[in-house]
């Protein structure tokens, strides 16, 4: 007779669940300072890394509906935080940026993103390393199957 599933030992779920928690947690800083939803924190994070990004772009590394990226990015424009534009190379592409106000924003932001990982890293003591390897190796995976299901798709069209 097989073991008996247990959900609390099924991995998948206690990474979402603390994922979930995690993310709660850092929620409070950017949502009390700045009034800000997890989307548009999001979008404001990724659009630090370039200086250009589309909605299309944004919606493919956060996991996140391409609606929910699209009404964070009308909000954070209608506060000034990003400018919207028209791709000039897909017509079809909405290209966001960081205005001046969304980048001394997103440099209060950071500081607190850093000061956040800094804590979880000094909770997790000296397994944090191993911790993260773990991480960046599921994370690893988790792309090479994810680019291999893309060219899996072309293939067989």
């Given at each position: 007779?097989?073991d008996?599933?247990?959900?609390d030992?099924f991995?998948p779920?206690?990474?979402?669940?603390?994922?979930?928690?995690?993310?709660?947690?850092?929620s409070r800083?950017?949502?009390e300072?700045?009034?800000?939803?997890r989307?548009?924190?999001?979008?404001?994070?990724?659009?630090?890394?370039?200086?250009?990004?589309?909605?299309?772009e944004i919606?493919a590394?956060?996991?996140?509906?391409k609606?929910?990226?699209?009404?964070?990015?009308?909000?954070?424009?209608?506060?000034?935080?990003v400018?919207?534009?028209?791709?000039?190379?897909?017509?079809?592409?909405?290209?966001?940026?960081?205005?001046?106000?969304?980048?001394?924003?997103?440099?209060?932001?950071a500081?607190?993103?850093?000061?956040?990982h800094?804590?979880?890293?000094?909770?997790?003591?000296?397994?944090?390393?191993?911790?993260?390897?773990?991480?960046e190796?599921?994370?690893?995976?988790?792309?090479?199957?994810?680019?291999?299901g893309?060219?899996?798709?072309?293939?067989?069209?």
């Amino acid at each position: 007779m097989p073991d008996p599933f247990v959900l609390d030992g099924f991995l998948p779920y206690r990474v979402a669940v603390t994922a979930g928690r995690l993310s709660r947690e850092f929620s409070r800083v950017y949502q009390e300072r700045f009034g800000l939803s997890r989307a548009e924190w999001r979008v404001m994070a990724h659009l630090s890394q370039e200086a250009e990004v589309s909605v299309r772009e944004i919606h493919a590394r956060v996991d996140m509906d391409k609606s929910k990226v699209s009404r964070a990015a009308t909000r954070l424009e209608e506060a000034g935080i990003v400018t919207k534009r028209i791709s000039e190379h897909d017509r079809r592409l909405v290209v966001l940026a960081l205005t001046d106000k969304g980048t001394a924003m997103m440099a209060e932001l950071a500081q607190a993103a850093q000061a956040y990982h800094a804590e979880l890293i000094a909770r997790l003591g000296p397994e944090a390393a191993g911790f993260v390897a773990a991480l960046e190796l599921l994370m690893g995976e988790g792309e090479t199957q994810r680019h291999a299901g893309q060219s899996g798709e072309r293939q067989g069209q």
